[in-house]
T-cell receptor
Framework: AQTVTQSQPEMSVQEAETVTLSCTYD???????LFWYKQPPSRQMILVIR??????QNATENRFSVNFQKAAKSFSLKISDSQLGDAAMYFCAYRSPNTGNQFYFGTGTSLTVIP | DGGITQSPKYLFRKEGQNVTLSCEQN?????MYWYRQDPGQGLRLIYYSQIVNDFQKGDIAEGYSVSREKKESFPLTVTSAQKNPTAFYLCASSSWGSNQPQHFGDGTRLSIL
C-alpha cells in the first residue's frame, strides 16, 4: 500500500503571511493523483486542491498552490496571505488508478493562524 | 443539491449494543467509504465499496460491518465486538476516474454511555 507522510503535526503562521505544509509519499507508480483536504473545527472535510502526477504545472486555487516534485515524491501546500479562516487540520491524500478507488491519507497538520 | 448525508450527527451506545450509522449519497457515485477519526488523528479506513453488493475491509474492519444493497446507501454497523467505538466517523464517496476527489459527509460522533 502507498504511504503518505506529513512530518509537521503542527504549524503556525501570522495572519497575512505565507506558510508551507509538507507532504511526501511512497509509490512505485508513475500515474496517480494527489489532493489536499482541509478540516476546520466543524470537522467537515473540504477539498482544497488537486494535482495530476502527469502534469508538470503546479496546481493553483486562489491563495492555495502546490509545489509538486515528482522525482522527490513531494507535494507541499502553500497558503498565501493567510486568513483566520484557514486555521484547520490539513490532510494530504494519494489516489492510485491501480488500487481501485482507494485513497491514502497522511496523518494531518494542524495549522494555527495568529492574528 | 447533491451531497452526502450522514445521520445521526451524535450517537450514544450502551455496552453490548450494536448501533448503525447511516450514509446516503445522491451524487451517483459508485464507490463509498467509511473512515474512523480519533481526536487529533488522521483518517483510518474501515470499509469501502466499489459497487453494489460488494465491499472490502480496510485497515481497521474488526468489530464493524457494512452492507451495500443500493448504490446510494452504505450503512455502517458498530458491533459490540468493537471495544473502543468512541470516535468520529466519516462517510465518503467518489466516482470512477482517478482524478476525482472524495466527497465527505458531515460525520457522526459516537460515544459510549
Amino acid at each position: 500500500a502507498q504511504t503518505v507522510t506529513q512530518s509537521q503535526p503542527e504549524m503556525s503562521v501570522q495572519e497575512a503571511e505565507t506558510v508551507t505544509l509538507s507532504c511526501t509519499y511512497d509509490t512505485s507508480e508513475s500515474d496517480y493523483y494527489l489532493f489536499w483536504y482541509k478540516q476546520p473545527p466543524s470537522r467537515q472535510m473540504i477539498l482544497v486542491i488537486r494535482q495530476e502526477a502527469y502534469k508538470q504545472q503546479n496546481a493553483t486555487e486562489n491563495r492555495f498552490s502546490v509545489n509538486f516534485q515528482k522525482a522527490a515524491k513531494s507535494f507541499s501546500l502553500k497558503i498565501s496571505d493567510s486568513q483566520l479562516g484557514d486555521a484547520a487540520m490539513y490532510f494530504c491524500a494519494y489516489r492510485s488508478p491501480n488500487t481501485g478507488n482507494q485513497f491514502y491519507f497522511g496523518t494531518g497538520t494542524s495549522l494555527t493562524v495568529i492574528p | 443539491d447533491g451531497g452526502i448525508t450522514q445521520s445521526p450527527k451524535y450517537l450514544f451506545r450502551k455496552e453490548g449494543q450494536n448501533v448503525t450509522l447511516s450514509c446516503e449519497q445522491n451524487l451517483n457515485h459508485d464507490a463509498m467509504y467509511w473512515y474512523r477519526q480519533d481526536p487529533g488523528q488522521g483518517l483510518r479506513l474501515i470499509y469501502y465499496s466499489q459497487i453494489v453488493n460488494d465491499f472490502q475491509k480496510g485497515d481497521i474492519a474488526e468489530g464493524y460491518s457494512v452492507s451495500r444493497e443500493k448504490k446510494e446507501s452504505f450503512p455502517l454497523t458498530v458491533t459490540s465486538a468493537q471495544k473502543n467505538p468512541t470516535a468520529f466517523y466519516l462517510c465518503a464517496s467518489s466516482s470512477w476516474g482517478s482524478n476525482q476527489p472524495q466527497h465527505f459527509g458531515d460525520g457522526t460522533r459516537l460515544s459510549i454511555l
